[in-house]
């Protein structure tokens, strides 16, 4: 499936990018293997293949939710040189 110039030239203007004659030339043959490819993807058989978000199943790879002691917001807020009643202050902003 090849591209014309004038794809390229109107996919460079949309994205305002400035071509020279021979980026605009490797463009067209770069995004005529691209738009191949995507054809010949999608001749791909997929009959009986069940839709899915990924091809691995995924599996949660976070540490369990555990309560433990931690420092109180008077201790956190101990060293700012500037805080109030155990929160940080910071200047208004108008």
Same mark, same amino acid.
């Not at 021979?22 to 054809?39: F, G, N, P, T, Y």
């Not at 001749?43 to 997929?46: A, I, L, N, Q, R």
């Given at each position: 499936m090849a591209i014309s110039m004038e794809e390229v030239e109107h996919v460079a203007k949309l994205a305002r990018?400035?071509?020279?004659g021979? /980026?605009? /030339?490797?463009?067209?043959?770069?995004?005529? *293997?691209?738009? /191949? +490819? %995507? +054809?010949r993807v999608s001749?791909? *058989?997929?009959e009986g293949v069940l839709p899915t978000s990924h091809v691995v199943p995924l599996v949660n790879? @976070?540490? /369990? *939710?555990?309560?433990r002691p931690s420092i109180t917001p008077f201790e956190a807020t #101990?060293? %700012?040189s500037w805080a109030e009643e #155990? %929160? @940080?202050r910071v200047p208004?902003?108008?």
């Open positions: 990018l400035a071509l020279s021979e /980026e605009k /030339e490797a463009m067209r043959c770069q995004l005529s *293997d691209v738009l /191949e +490819h %995507a +054809h001749e791909v *058989d997929t790879v @976070f540490r /369990e *939710d555990v309560v #101990g060293n %700012a #155990g %929160a @940080f208004r902003i108008l």
